[in-house]
């Protein structure tokens, strides 16, 4: 371990919003179907406004924005974005405005995480048909129009995987690390859902900084960047540079899988929606079709490949909310 970069991790800005260390579990009749041992590491145990994977990076993004006086947060995703309703409920928890720029138009009716956005006050403007390059540009636009206004922004991008929001993830790491220590378990892999790396890179520095050799596997479900490996390991490095931390890492030392894309984002496949069901029937667990069941799909496929052994521990970043959206809520009417 590296006591002084954890120290730096430790000290950085964060604002308390969620319960640590989340909860770490066997999953026993998962395990038993499945026959190998799996964990979870649960972090879609959390407040129900803040739930999620995101709410780790917006902690420390609103923990610097405090910090350093801001009053808006400004942060973008995709119509059902978890993290751009993390965000706002994050904001709006410690007395911050903020305003989503959010890909599609306004639905009729608005549901499950947009529905919390208005909820917790967000500013939403709906961007229409556009892609990710375009929304964190928009994201731009909206803070030079805030400081015209003489408001205070603070901005996220996609998935609010900034290098300081990576760190999230790097703490993350290392409260598992412990929690591995305690139970005396040795996880051949820890397997997650990635999107825009940030969670990934911010494993990375989190498992360097704890000199792990943890096999650590991305679920990419989105597919947003044309190389992924070499975008999560430049954005790893990115953020060790925050903390003055030295990362060795190379893009061939990432471990990413594209097998449960499908035709593509947030395009809800079989072997994700079966993931889905299995879960909630074994263990009363909830995943969604977008992200955390096409994630956990990865990890079933790859046990009945016979490409992981247990034990593993499935990292589940939350997500279930999509589940209160008619669109995705659809393929699982009875
Ligand atoms: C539920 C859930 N899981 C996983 C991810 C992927 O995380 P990252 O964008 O850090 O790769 C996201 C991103 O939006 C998410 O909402």
Request: charged share 20%; with cysteine; proline share 6%.
């Amino acid at each position: 371990m590296d006591s002084a970069a954890l120290g730096r991790l430790n000290d950085l800005p964060r604002a308390r919003l969620g319960c640590w260390p989340s909860l770490f579990q066997q999953a026993e009749r998962l395990s038993e179907e499945l026959g190998c041992e799996i964990w979870l590491k649960r972090d879609d145990a959390q407040p129900p406004a803040l739930v999620g994977n995101k709410l780790r990076k917006f902690e420390l993004v609103i923990g610097r924005a405090q910090a350093e006086g801001r009053d808006t947060l400004v942060t973008t995703g995709a119509l059902q974005s978890n993290s751009a309703r993390v965000g706002a409920a994050a904001a709006a928890a410690v007395g911050m405005r903020s305003v989503l720029v959010l890909s599609g138009q306004e639905p009729e009716p608005v549901s499950a995480n947009l529905l919390i956005d208005h909820l917790v006050g967000a500013d939403v403007r709906y961007a229409g048909d556009v892609d990710w390059n375009y929304l964190n540009t928009a994201v731009n636009d909206i803070v030079s129009e805030l400081h015209r206004k003489e408001r205070k922004p603070f901005s996220a991008p996609v998935g609010c995987s900034s290098p300081l929001g990576s760190l999230g993830f790097a703490l993350a790491f290392l409260e598992l690390h412990q929690q591995l220590q305690i139970t005396g378990l040795e996880p051949s892999a820890i397997v997650h859902t990635s999107t825009s790396g940030g969670t990934h890179a911010g494993l990375l520095v989190g498992r360097a900084v704890a000199d792990s050799d943890v096999d650590i596997i991305a679920v990419d479900v989105g597919a947003i960047y044309s190389d992924p490996a070499a975008s999560i390991a430049g954005l790893a490095h990115e953020a060790a540079s925050l903390i003055d931390f030295d990362l060795k890492l190379a893009p061939e030392d990432l471990r990413i899988t594209t097998d449960q894309l499908g035709p593509g984002y947030a395009v809800p496949t079989e072997a994700g929606n079966e993931a889905v069901r299995l879960m909630a029937r074994t263990e009363a667990i909830l995943l969604d079709p977008v992200y955390s069941g096409k994630g956990f799909g990865g990890l079933v496929s790859m046990i009945r490949s016979g490409e992981l052994e247990g034990p593993v521990v499935f990292w589940h970043t939350g997500g279930q909310v999509a589940l209160f959206d008619p669109e995705f809520a659809a393929p699982f009417q009875p």
